[in-house]
């Protein structure tokens, strides 16, 4: 499976549970890799999108320990056994921080955004994938720039 999420100089990922910044171009590149595929998320991060609603285009997997959670348009998943039963290989898992923690192990290639700031007041974090020997560093993008935001792309694979 794939994963994307974008984080700051710590691996930070979001505050008080949003994101820490939105970049249009990241939100772009976000949507143009995931559409046609599966997205993996926890409730947590279905809850930060516009309306609460899934991502169109993609079948959302969503995880949920609440049986009376039932959004339209979405499949909902108790545990990670069910999920991995149902997830194909060419699924996202796009957050957050819990979903990220839990799934990692089962993906081969991470397509990172890194935010050249570092957020004091974040609260959930990725993990940092320079500091594990598994993940080597396939490509790195061009330093891009979007209203004084610094940022590019790395995309890791799994050794
Ligand atoms: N920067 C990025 O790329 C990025 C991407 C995505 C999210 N984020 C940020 O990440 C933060 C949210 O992360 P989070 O960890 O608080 O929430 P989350 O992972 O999105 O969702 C957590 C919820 O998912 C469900 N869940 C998680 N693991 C489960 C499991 N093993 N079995 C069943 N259900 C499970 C639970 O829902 P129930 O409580 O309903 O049981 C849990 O409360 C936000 O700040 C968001 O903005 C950042």
Known sequence: MNVIAAVDRNWAIGKDGDQLIYISEDLRRFKALTTGHPVILGRGTLATFPGGRPLKGRRNLILSRNPDFAPEGAEVFPNLEALLAAAPEDAFVIGGASVYRALLDRCDTAYITKIARSFPDADCWFPDL?????????????DLEEKGVNFH????RRI
Request: glycine fraction near 6%; aromatic fraction near 18%; hydrophobic fraction near 25%.
């Open 153 to 156: 792309y790395v995309t890791y």
């Open 130 to 142: 320079d500091r594990r020997p598994e993940w080597r560093v396939a490509e790195r993008g061009p």
